[in-house]
């Protein structure tokens, strides 16, 4: 699986961007999916999680009620959307898929967790 982020921007805080990573591989609607950020000097961390059916999702407390994640498996697509965002939203987001199976997505949160990883795409949020 190939994963390609896009959608990242400067936007002031309060406002709002729509992350996508699109997936190559037939495979994809098997995959749950993440999505993660990482600070300047600041160790990757987990941000959203959706099964592959889309009818699950988890989120880190810092993003919950602000960031919604879906998925299209007949685009081949996962989305971010992210509002309200705020200065300390500022980081590079990447996009994650794992082909394992688990029991709930708040078990795979963390990055090695994951299988497959995008190039990211960077979000800052201005003051």
């Known amino acids: 699986v190939q994963l390609q982020a896009s959608g990242g921007g400067l936007v002031q805080a309060g406002g709002s961007l729509r992350l996508s990573c699109a997936a190559s591989?037939?495979?994809?609607?098997?995959?749950?999916m993440g999505w993660f950020r990482q600070a300047p000097g600041k160790e990757r961390e987990f941000v959203a999680a959706?099964?592959?059916?889309?009818?699950?999702?988890y989120y880190a407390d810092s993003v919950k009620d602000r960031f919604t994640i879906s998925r299209d498996n007949a685009k081949i697509t996962v989305y971010l959307q992210m509002n309200s965002l705020k200065p300390e939203d500022t980081a590079v987001y990447y996009c994650?898929?794992?082909?394992?199976?688990?029991?709930?997505?708040?078990?795979?949160?963390?990055?090695?967790?994951?299988?497959?990883w995008g190039k990211g795409t960077q979000v800052t949020v201005s003051s």
């Open positions: 959706i099964s592959w059916s889309g009818r699950s999702t």
């Open positions: 994650a898929a794992r082909s394992g199976v688990y029991t709930r997505l708040s078990q795979i949160t963390g990055t090695n967790d994951m299988d497959y």
């Open positions: 591989g037939r495979t994809f609607s098997n995959y749950a």
